[in-house]
């Protein structure tokens, strides 16, 4: 019986997850470094942006079914969900992963259910599992293909959802539910159970990592391929959203729309896991990442001509020409700068136009989010007068709906062709 739940790592997708078992009456501690989140979360409001998430935190707090601490605390099931970052040459850093399983072995006991839902490379399960024993080794933790009985049950199972979504998309989403044993899917399931309308589809761990690392590479392969094509297209004098729009009347053709790169902690890291345990096999999916990382530079000398051709025609120094990027999150209407392609080009900008470059994000929090330099932020309709080239980087509803019209004097670069 799941009487407690703990969740651990209180960002995007741990604070959600947390909320929604309190919504079910169940009690969950919810676990972070960040004590500045901690307090934030205590007092019933939220440090991310995520519609509907701020009503549940509240309702859960002030019903006492959810508290925030900083170190694990004993519970029946845990969920951790904490950053997997690259590092180096893009080798996975599972050392968020470790530090929790150093500080979660102390406060287990006989029962209880460990599920990790940070995207991992394959294999981190078991390792997780080897970490959690080395510091236990007073319990049994389950192997693969050994039907013992065990005192801790181990199991992956990656999120799913869309950041804007995540309340729905958390119950109404299939969920992969990956065992180190059959036993220990099970027990995941019943946790899932809580609250999860959508299927739980049962397999191994192994198995269930390279899931959700291959639906991400998946749609990595796909942008990448209409980000090289809107190179070609700017080479050879021809409309790439047009060009796409006409290729997808094809029944079975459906190419993406283009952007500025690919952003946040999934479609910009995940692939390069895959890539990092098979090098010498996954040919198309670095290829994917190695177009897509390379596109921000490309929009960045698309930048550098606009800027020589305001200076030109409007008779000006090139540190006289003003640059706003509009959006800076990895994606539309969120306030989400992980890995995001924008805030590099932004920053980048900076570097090249120093105090030229200022930014308008309608979504920036800045609890929750810190760039390396300081952007200066503006408003939407005061920045359309303080204009001279205007970087469209990401199509945010305030942008979509309330386009601009410039004069003949603002030189545009529109990575999402909707200017």
Excluded at 17 to 46: C, E, R, S, T, Y
Excluded at 169 to 183: A, P
């Amino acid at each position: 019986m799941n009487k407690t739940i703990s969740v651990i790592g209180l960002g995007y997708i741990g604070l959600p997850a947390a909320a929604m078992f309190a919504d079910k009456g169940v009690q969950v501690i919810g676990v972070d470094v960040n004590q500045h989140a901690v307090n934030i979360i205590n007092q019933g409001k939220i440090h991310i942006v995520e519609p509907g998430l701020g009503e549940m935190v509240q309702k859960a707090v002030a019903n006492g079914l959810l508290k925030a601490v900083t170190k694990p605390e004993t519970a029946d099931a845990f969920l951790i969900a904490v950053p997997t970052p690259f590092k180096g040459d893009h080798q996975p850093d599972l050392s968020y992963i470790e530090a929790v399983s150093k500080a979660l072995a102390p406060v287990l006991k006989k029962g209880d259910t460990v599920i990790l839902e940070s995207t991992s490379p394959v294999g981190t399960t078991e390792q997780m599992v080897e970490w959690l024993a080395a510091a236990r080794p007073d319990l049994k933790f389950p192997y693969e293909n050994r039907d013992e009985e065990v005192d801790i049950y181990v199991a992956y199972c990656p999120e799913r959802v869309l950041p804007g979504q995540v309340i729905r998309e958390l119950v109404e989403n299939d969920r992969i539910i990956g065992g180190i044993t059959d036993e220990c899917s099970n027990k995941a399931i019943e946790v899932y159970s809580i609250f999860v309308k959508g299927d739980l589809v049962k397999t191994n761990a192994r198995t269930a990592e390279m899931s959700k690392l291959t639906e991400n590479a998946f749609r990595d392969v796909n942008i990448a391929f209409a980000n090289e094509l809107s190179l070609i297209a700017d080479r050879l004098n021809i409309n790439v959203w047009e060009l796409i729009a006409l290729a997808n009347r094809h029944p079975r053709v459906n190419i993406l729309q283009p952007g500025c790169g690919v952003g946040g902690h999934c479609i910009a890291v995940d692939p390069w896991f895959i890539v990092d345990k098979s090098p010498d096999l996954a040919n198309i999916v670095r290829t994917a990442r190695e177009v897509n990382d390379n596109k921000p530079n490309w929009v960045i000398e698309q930048v550098k001509q606009a800027v020589e051709k305001v200076a030109n025609f409007a008779n000006k120094k090139t540190n006289e020409v003003n640059i706003v990027c509009y959006g800076l999150a990895f994606k539309p209407d969120i306030d989400d700068l992980r890995e995001s392609p924008a805030l590099a080009i932004a920053e980048k900008l900076m570097d090249l136009y120093p105090n030229q470059v200022k930014a308008v994000e309608p979504n920036y929090n800045s609890e929750a989010n810190h760039s390396e330099k300081e952007i200066a932020l503006l408003d939407y309709q005061d920045s359309l007068s303080k204009v001279d080239v205007a970087v469209l980087l990401v199509n945010h509803k305030e942008f979509v709906e309330n386009k601009p019209h410039f004069g003949s004097n603002v030189v545009v670069v529109d990575t999402k062709g909707i200017w």
